[in-house]
Structures are given as structure tokens and as C-alpha cells.
């Protein structure tokens, strides 16, 4: 894991925000490292250290460091328009490093004196976010809280420098309270346990983050009452966690057009069909259509994940914004990674059996982007019975928190 006191830093000095168009030619830049190192990845079962400290070095782990803290403090659509980059090289490395852009935005909500202790001395912080309601407890101590816990899911864990923790519930004389603590700690207070061995997004590095009897200042977190009677009516609830998925979304569309240039570079170089009398694939006008039609999918893809960045991005995180229009936003997330999803599915049949060799770069395409289209924040079973309730005001909603 990297310790955020030997981060390296960004070429800028802190708090000189490049412009979009230069955030995002670097992550292009960075592109061809991500495609070297997505193997090893893979593999390795988390981000590749190269990759990492390139990341890092490129300023891509300040992207919502708040700009008080030397970070660039970048509005929804341009998290999303980088993120978008860094997963065309690599869908792991592009859902990784989305995690830390959302982390680092839910982390805004703790008091600045955690913020302080995050991002004070480097503004390439890395933040990821856990949580484990069923299996985590906190007790008060003078000065703070002790914390325990397993957390699985902790996408990011070996490189990054701070675990944002969620509704860990407070214990008083050994049983629960509706208290609920959330707090940031240092990587170096937590343990790792490598859990995580996927079929897909396996380089994500999304293993189980283990806290033993860990004390937390109280100026690192927040405590919040929580009944489920408490939870805010419908048309009260905020887009904060709608957010964090569409980062993560827009990464797997980067990566379906990462898919669609492995193919594209492929017909380039026309080459033959077996048992077929065709000189090339390109001769062929089924072989043309299917990949049109693949074009078009992604290109559809890309039309809902900006539809829903423009929803997304003039909205406070903890402003209130209706239920059928949260849910209408959900609802274009998982239209885009569906559509992303179907386009893979026609390269495949571009592309025949040579597609399925562990060499070549679109079976991981493939694989990868069918693991994140099944995270419940972008599972269409889910996101569209909501959206169903939320049309015809069929209440309540089926989900917690979007």
C-alpha cells in the first residue's frame, strides 16, 4: 500500500488546476501503460504499481481533492469525461481510480477537520469508501471512537492511503445503538485480507479491508442517528450515491470503446475469414453491419452516460432532488452500461473465436465490463423497478439509499 507521506506529487504546484482539455490528454497519454500493464493486472488481482505511481504522477488522484487542498475539485461531467479515458486503457484501472474521485466526495460530508488530516499533506490523497453494516461496531473512548470490522468490497485497498468507513453502528455496554459512526483512517491502522477473485474487473483490487480494535480521533468522524422510519420520504433524497456510479460508469464506457478500437485496428489490417472464399473480413457486408451496429450501441452508450452527467452536474450532492428524476438519471446509467454491454457482444461475433485468446485485450474487455454492469448501483433488474415505481408514484422505493 502507498503512504500518503512518500505520495509522489503532481507536476504543478498545488492548487494551479489544469484545464479539462490538458486533464484529459493526460489520461489519453496514460492509456498505453494501462493497456501494457492490464494483463499483469488482471493477474496480480489489483492495480499494477506502475500504473499506480503513473496515476499518481499524473495528478489523476486529485481530481476532486478540494482546491482549498491543492486538488482540482472537478465538476461531475469532468470526473466523468477523464474517468472515461483512463478506462479505455484498462477497466479495472479506470474503475479503481474511480472509486477514490467518488470516495473523496463522499468524504466531503465529514467535518473539515478530516479533510484537514486527508489531504493536508498531499492533495494525492488516495480515499477509498466501505462499508459493512452487519459486520462492524464502534465504542466511545475518550478522544474518539474504537472501531472494528470487516469490509469487503474495498475496491483500490493496496494503493490507497485513506478508507473512508460508513455507518459502522455504535455499541453502548455491548449492544447496538441507531448511532451510526462514519470516519476516514489511515490504510496504515487497517489490514488487508486478499479476498477478491473475479471473473471479471479482477485488477480492481476489491479484496476485504480488516480494522482491529482501531481508535479514531473524533475529529475524523461523523455520527449520524439512523431508524429506518428516519429515512428521507422519496422526493427527499439526495444524488450523492447516484454520482459515485456514474463515475464508475463512465469508466466502462471508456472501455467499451477500448474494445471498439481493438477491433476497429483489427479490420485495418483485413484480415481473412476461415472457411469462408472472402479475401478479407472487410469484403464482407454482414461482417460491415455487425460492427456498424457495435459502433452505434456504444455510441448510444455514450449519449445516456452524458445525458445523465448533465443531469447530475448542476445538483449539490446534498441538495433533495425528486424521486422519479433520480430514479430517470439511474435509469439512463443502466441503459449505458446495457448498451455498452451489447455492443462488446457484436464485436465478439466481428471478431469470432480469435477474440476469446487470454492474449488478446477484448475477451477482458468483455468480462470486465459484465461484472460492473452487475453492481447493484447499475443492475437493470433493480434500477428498472424503481423507475417503474417511480413513473406510476407506486411507493415506497425499493432501494435505501440512490
Not at 493477474?43 to 486538488?71: C, H, I, N, Q, W
Not at 460508469?249 to 478500437?261: D, F, H, N
Not at 454482414?286 to 451496429?293: L, P, Q, S
Not at 457484436?346 to 476469446?356: E, I, N, P, T
Amino acid at each position: 500500500m502507498t503512504a500518503a507521506s512518500t505520495a509522489v506529487r503532481s507536476p504543478e504546484p498545488a492548487g494551479d488546476r489544469p484545464s479539462l482539455p490538458e486533464l484529459v490528454e493526460r489520461a489519453r497519454a496514460l492509456q498505453p501503460i494501462l493497456r501494457d500493464n492490464a494483463a499483469r493486472t488482471e493477474a496480480d488481482r489489483g492495480v499494477a504499481p506502475e500504473v499506480a505511481k503513473a496515476l499518481r504522477d499524473s495528478g489523476m488522484f486529485r481530481l476532486t481533492t478540494p482546491a482549498r487542498y491543492g486538488g482540482y475539485e472537478l465538476s461531475i461531467r469532468e470526473v466523468m469525461t477523464v474517468l472515461r479515458e483512463v478506462g479505455r486503457g484498462c477497466a479495472s484501472t479506470g474503475w479503481t481510480l474511480s472509486i477514490d474521485t467518488a470516495s473523496t466526495l463522499f468524504a466531503y460530508g465529514l467535518p473539515e477537520t478530516a479533510l484537514a488530516d486527508v489531504f493536508a499533506d498531499t492533495p494525492d490523497a488516495f480515499v477509498l469508501s466501505t462499508s459493512n453494516l452487519n459486520d462492524s461496531r464502534a465504542r466511545r473512548v475518550d478522544g474518539g471512537y474504537v472501531v472494528s470490522g470487516r469490509f469487503p468490497w474495498s475496491s483500490g485497498c493496496e494503493i490507497t492511503d485513506w478508507a473512508y468507513i460508513g455507518v459502522v453502528p455504535l455499541h453502548v455496554d455491548g449492544a447496538p445503538t441507531t448511532d451510526l459512526v462514519t470516519s476516514v483512517i489511515p490504510m496504515s491502522d487497517l489490514t488487508i485480507e486478499r479476498t477478491w477473485d473475479c471473473a471479471g474487473l479482477a485488477g480492481s483490487g476489491t479484496h476485504t479491508v480488516i480494522a482491529d480494535e482501531v481508535f479514531v480521533p473524533e475529529r475524523r468522524t461523523l455520527l449520524v442517528n439512523f431508524t429506518p422510519e428516519a429515512l428521507p420520504d422519496e422526493d427527499e433524497r439526495n444524488t450523492a450515491i447516484i454520482a459515485g456510479s456514474a463515475q464508475s460508469l463512465a469508466g466502462m464506457v471508456g472501455s467499451a470503446e477500448g474494445a471498439l478500437e481493438v477491433v476497429s485496428g483489427l479490420l485495418a489490417k483485413k484480415p481473412k475469414i476461415t472457411f469462408t472464399t472472402l479475401d478479407s473480413m472487410v469484403d464482407s457486408s454482414a461482417i460491415r453491419i455487425w460492427f456498424a451496429e457495435a459502433t452505434h450501441l456504444i455510441e448510444t452508450a455514450v449519449l445516456h452516460m452524458e445525458h445523465a452527467a448533465s443531469a447530475l452536474d448542476g445538483v449539490a450532492p446534498a441538495d433533495p432532488v425528486p424521486w422519479v428524476e433520480r430514479a430517470r438519471i439511474r435509469m439512463h446509467l443502466t441503459s449505458a452500461q446495457q448498451k455498452a454491454r451489447e455492443g462488446i457482444e457484436k464485436l465478439l461475433d466481428v471478431v469470432g473465436g480469435r477474440a476469446f485468446a487470454r492474449s488478446n485485450p477484448l475477451q477482458r474487455y468483455w468480462r470486465d465490463l459484465a461484472v460492473i454492469g452487475r453492481h447493484n448501483s447499475l443492475n437493470a433488474p433493480v434500477v428498472v423497478e424503481d423507475y417503474s415505481r417511480a413513473l406510476l408514484a407506486v411507493r415506497p422505493t425499493i432501494t435505501v439509499i440512490h
